[in-house]
Every structure is written in C-alpha cells, then in structure tokens.
C-alpha cells in the first residue's frame, strides 16, 4: 500500500498452485457475477464514510459499493483505476484509488472516496480480502482476520499516512 498525491495505491499478489486456473465469473465492470469466481477486496472505513468496497477479478472487473448507514449504494464509483497480471501460479492486482476529500460525501455522494488523509490521531481502517474458488471448495483469506465474511468493519486494521523526511545534510 502507499500513497501519492491524493491517491492511495494497493499491489495485491494472489499466489496459487501451478496446476490451478483462475476461476473468472466477470469481466466486465458491476457484475454481480463477480463473487462466484476468484476475487480480492478492498474494503476502507475513513473518517467520514461508513466503508467503500471494492470488488476486483483477475481479469481486471470491477465492483464498487458503498455501506453508509446500514445501506448498500451500487450506483457509487470509486472512480479507481485497476491493472492485472495472470502468471502460471498467481495472479496480481494493481489498483489506484482517487481521495476526493472530506467533503466529497455532501458535494456527490455517489462519486469518489470521501476523507481527509489518514493520521495517528484520525486514521482510516481497511482491510484486504481474497476468495478462491475451485470446483466447489471456497476458500477465504483476509489480511485482517475477520472469522468469517469480510463485511466486519469492525475487524479492519488500521490505516495511517506515514511522513517520509529528507535526511540531513
């Protein structure tokens, strides 16, 4: 993970086994299809937004939701940029994800992630997700233990905007 400018940049490797295939249900942008095959989730609770949900397939479709309130909002667009990689045994995404700022929510609910970047003080939570389906075995992995569904903010890990100084001359 890292951030740059206003943009917040994940790079996700999904390793397998080299006698598995990925299993791709979409291929195109909202597909509900998506979660019946191999996907990774990304899932962000800012300062300001209940959590966004983004929903990738190692073809490169995207899903994003927002969860405000107790409700789930398709027509939002996260407005990320997603780039993927199929190899014999793994496969990897790379996703750029547009901040928008702490006001966006009230000037287009329905566009961009709202928040100011995160801090020590005011930090976001996230989480990383990952579902594998073979045959019909699901197999689910999180980066933050979640025990069940990924749709637990409240087992998210922290996320915090680390300051890089220059050294002293």
């Known amino acids: 993970a890292g951030w740059a400018d206003n943009n917040l940049y994940f790079g996700i ?3 397998d086994r080299e006698e598995d295939t990925v299993n791709i249900t979409a291929t195109k942008e909202d597909q509900p299809s998506i979660w019946e095959g191999d996907v990774v989730e990304i899932l962000i609770e800012t300062q300001v937004h209940s959590y966004y949900q ?5 073809a490169g479709a995207l899903t994003d939701l927002s969860h405000e309130d107790g409700k789930l909002e398709f027509a939002w667009s996260s407005n990320a940029q997603v780039a993927t990689h199929i190899g014999d045994d793994y496969w990897s995404a790379e996703v750029r994800i547009p901040i928008a700022g702490k006001d966006r929510r009230d000037v287009d609910p329905f566009d961009g992630v709202a928040g100011f970047k995160p801090t020590h003080d005011y930090p976001w939570y996230f989480n990383i997700c990952r579902q ?3 045959a ?3 197999h689910t992995m999180s980066f933050s233990p979640t025990y069940g569904g990924f749709q637990k903010p409240d087992r998210f890990g922290k996320l915090i905007r680390h300051h890089l100084k220059e050294p002293r001359k």
Not at 54 to 58: C, E, G, H, N, R
Request: glycine share 0%; aromatic share 8%; net charge positive.
């Open 132 to 134: 594998r389906v073979r």
């Open 13 to 15: 490797y999904c390793k």
């Open 136 to 138: 019909d075995e699901r």
């Open 54 to 58: 983004l929903a990738i397939s190692p």
